[in-house]
T-cell receptor
Framework: GQSLEQPSEVTAVEGAIVQINCTYQTSGFYGLSWYQQHDGGAPTFLSYNALDGLEETGRFSSFLSRSDSYGYLLLQELQMKDSASYFCAGRDDKIIFGKGTRLHILP | KAGVTQTPRYLIKTRGQQVTLSCSPI?????VSWYQQTPGQGLQFLFEYFSETQRNKGNFPGRFSGRQFSNSRSEMNVSTLELGDSALYLC??????????????FGPGTRLTVT
């Protein structure tokens, strides 16, 4: 089976950096994806790590360590519009999502 | 290119009834996955279809079923509705299935309320 664990909530200050962690347990694994979902909206794809290391896309970066079954999403220069829920997702024979991390940003 | 569309957007049903939800993927996408989203459980995988074949199924009772048509459009059906089926049902499409389908495009969802 497969499960992904992530914190339920994280709070950070506008302009700061925040890291959202994701640990997983799976018998087979193809990589880790990250999605963002604003209230009332649909999840949107942010990034994907197939291999160990850091992937950078603008203010967002994602990291994967397969030996540690661990990954994280790093958001830099936080903006109020980044207030949303963030989901990690892994795949073996099907895509499984973590329960999501609600990011609160303080002005 | 048009995004994933889902109909209807909102639905209110009574316990014991059945419901059919529809999803049209992005043009050219052949994989369609369905998810149930509730506040306590997050996104839970229902099933995935690729080229009209069910590729995978999540841990939901047999009341939940689906199908995919030759044009890749997909429907899911829930029979004998229960109060606990109230949720946002999301459809997502991707170009391929398997290892390459890490990037999914989600529709706006259908908000189902069972009373």
């Amino acid at each position: 089976g497969q499960s992904l664990e992530q914190p339920s909530e994280v709070t950070a200050v506008e302009g700061a950096i925040v890291q959202i962690n994701c640990t997983y347990q799976t018998s087979g694994f193809y990589g880790l994806s990250w999605y963002q979902q604003h209230d009332g909206g649909a999840p949107t794809f942010l990034s994907y790590n197939a291999l160990d290391g850091l992937e950078e896309t603008g203010r967002f970066s994602s990291f994967l360590s397969r030996s540690d079954s661990y990954g994280y999403l790093l958001l830099q220069e936080l903006q109020m519009k980044d207030s949303a829920s963030y989901f990690c997702a892994g795949r073996d024979d099907k895509i499984i999502f973590g329960k999501g991390t609600r990011l609160h940003i303080l002005p | 290119k048009a995004g994933v569309t889902q109909t209807p957007r909102y639905l209110i049903k009574t316990r014991g009834q059945q419901v059919t939800l529809s999803c049209s993927p992005i043009s050219g996408h052949r994989s369609v996955s369905w998810y149930q989203q509730t506040p306590g459980q997050g996104l839970q995988f229902l099933f995935e279809y690729f080229s009209e074949t069910q590729r995978n199924k999540g841990n939901f009772p047999g009341r939940f079923s689906g199908r995919q048509f030759s044009n890749s459009r997909s429907e899911m059906n829930v029979s004998t509705l229960e109060l606990g089926d109230s949720a946002l049902y999301l459809c997502a499409s991707s170009l391929v299935t398997g290892q390459g389908s890490y990037e999914q495009y989600f529709g706006p969802g259908t908000r189902l309320t069972v009373t």
